[in-house]
Nanobody, 115 residues
Framework: VQLVVESGGGLVQAGVSLKLSCATS????????MGWYRQAPGKQRELVASITLNGSTRYADSVEGRSTISRDNFKNTVYLQIDSLKPEETAVYYC?????????WGQGTQVTVSS
């Protein structure tokens, strides 16, 4: 069983930065794609940022320029930092790790941004 575990969520004030972690039980190089998604109440899950095996990154327009996805290969962990958080970014943040056409999801971590 491949495990994907998110951490780092919590209650924060608008304007601050937050760094989320996604740890995998398998070697991170075995995944061709890893992404951070979020789902707000009553809304569809959306991609926030992703990173591929070769290190290519992609960001949603809403976080472009104030978000960084990074990878620690020794810790088999992917991080997502978002700066200047907004109340509308309150959501459950999920990590997904994909290999061989199969995507594994974590349980999610709640991020609540107060105004």
């Amino acid at each position: 069983v491949q495990l994907v575990v998110e951490s780092g969520g919590g209650l924060v004030q608008a304007g601050v930065s937050l760094k989320l972690s996604c740890a995998t039980s398998a070697n991170i190089f075995s995944y061709n794609f890893m992404g951070w998604y979020r789902q707000a109440p009553g809304k569809q899950r959306e991609l926030v940022a992703s990173i591929t095996l070769n290190g290519s990154t992609r960001y949603a327009d809403s976080v472009e320029g104030r978000s960084t996805i990074s990878r620690d290969n020794f810790k088999n962990t992917v991080y997502l930092q978002i700066d200047s958080l907004k109340p509308e970014e309150t959501a459950v943040y999920y990590c997904a790790a994909e290999r061989a056409g199969m995507r594994n999801w974590g349980q999610g971590t709640q991020v609540t941004v107060s105004s």
